[in-house]
């Protein structure tokens, strides 16, 4: 192990504090004795489910379309690949209710695509089917960042082997370039669930807060936390369980391949 300054403890120590201090003063000031009954009621009950399940639904997308856009920016370094990659992760440093807004200008009734599909009596914005394009939209980046990043850092050799054995580009895909991302691959996917189940800023502008339809775990905490704030303590628990599970198993990834 290579040493370190020992004055470099104290400000990381007081880093350390500064990101643990809000998740300890949450469990502090949980109101146990209402912990289940809160996480098992009907509204928060419904809030979970469709949290997860448009989550799951959104990572299914993100890995669709975020796979083939990570193989494309780590094995083309054109300007124009380059300049797209850029505006591809925008959502990483975008605020959420800007991409919300974007969205509702695009795909809502009124919007630059969605006034077409609604003249064919689709409905995207304030629906179920916007709560998942708000989380894709939000979490996409995050599984084309490590996988590209992966596939940037893997030896081409194997590739060149692949080839020079008659392998053509789709097989050599399949059977050599993801097989050596699987880690990165499961690591991206895990973050992109992650960052899907949790996102609000996005989905309460472009979808709605309509519970049964539109209101996932994050808009329900929201809603709680304005009528009363130690209500909406179990379920926000209850998400910061599952985040720090996240953590956990992508930190504790198969290591030999980068993620980002």
């Not at 470099?8 to 289940?36: C, E, K, T």
């Not at 796979?67 to 990483?92: E, H, Q, T, Y």
């Not at 629906?127 to 590209?148: G, K, M, N, R, Y």
């Amino acid at each position: 192990m290579r040493r370190i300054p020992l004055w470099l403890y104290a400000p990381a120590a007081v880093g350390v504090a500064f990101i643990l201090i809000g998740p300890v003063a949450l469990v502090v000031r949980m109101p146990w004795q209402d912990f289940v009954a809160s996480v098992t009621s009907q509204e928060s009950l419904d809030a979970l489910r469709l949290a997860v399940v448009t989550a799951l639904t959104s990572t299914s997308l993100c890995l669709l379309f975020g796979v083939p856009m990570a193989v494309v920016f780590a094995r083309s370094d054109g300007i124009v690949v380059r300049v797209i990659r850029a505006l591809v992760l925008l959502p990483l440093v975008l605020p959420p209710v800007v991409g919300g807004l974007a969205l509702i200008y695009a795909l809502g009734r009124n919007g630059v695509v969605g006034q077409y599909l609604d003249d064919a009596g689709i409905t995207i914005a304030f629906t179920t089917t916007a709560v998942i394009l708000a989380q894709t939209f939000v979490a996409l980046p995050f599984l084309v960042i490590s996988v590209e990043g992966a596939l940037r850092s893997t030896d081409g050799e194997f590739e060149q082997v692949a080839a020079t054995l008659g392998a053509g580009p789709t097989r050599t895909l399949w059977k050599v370039t993801l097989p050596l991302v699987i880690p990165s691959l499961l690591a991206g996917t895990v973050l992109a669930f992650a960052r899907a189940l949790g996102e609000f800023g996005a989905t309460i502008t472009f979808a709605g807060n309509l519970p049964g339809t539109t209101q996932t775990a994050p808009l329900r905490i929201y809603l709680d936390a304005i009528n009363d704030p130690a209500q909406a303590l179990p379920l926000a628990l209850v998400l910061m369980v599952v985040a720090l599970v996240v953590v956990v198993a992508v930190h504790l990834r198969p290591s030999g391949t980068a993620a980002t």
